[in-house]
């Protein structure tokens, strides 16, 4: 089992920039792919990024490649997501998840372990 915590939402300008934080606690994180989710109201939650137990393959959809950025640190129980060049229709609930397998997945059933969310709301 693992506890995933995320931090670092807020309300920003559009052009600005945010970095979320997910703490995860219980046992072997590094066990586990991580992904990045959000949702805004009225929508499905959707995919933004992924990264595998070892950091070494990512994965990012479309509409964030080139200003997001995944990573993760396994000596201390996190993972992070940068976000750069934000525009209004980035604004949603993002969500932290963990999939019990070395290789990360964009599928958000694959996902086994969420947090509660963070807001993030980008003005225009």
């Known amino acids: 089992q693992v506890q995933l915590i995320e931090s670092g939402g807020g309300l920003v300008q559009a052009g600005g920039s945010l970095r979320l934080s997910c703490a995860a606690s219980g046992r072997a994180f590094s066990s586990y792919a991580m992904g990045w989710f959000r949702q805004a109201p009225g929508t499905e939650r959707e995919f933004v990024a992924a990264?595998?137990?070892?950091?070494?393959?990512?994965y990012y959809a479309d509409s964030v490649k080139g200003r997001f950025t995944i990573s993760r640190d396994n000596a201390k129980n996190t993972v992070h997501l940068q976000m750069n060049s934000l525009k209004p229709e980035d604004t949603a609930v993002y969500y932290c998840?963990?999939?019990?397998?070395?290789?990360?997945?964009?599928?958000?059933?694959?996902?086994?372990?969420w947090g509660q969310g963070t807001q993030v709301t980008v003005s225009s």
């Open positions: 990264i595998s137990w070892g950091g070494g393959s990512t």
């Open positions: 998840a963990a999939h019990r397998s070395w290789e990360a997945t964009m599928l958000r059933d694959e996902y086994g372990y």
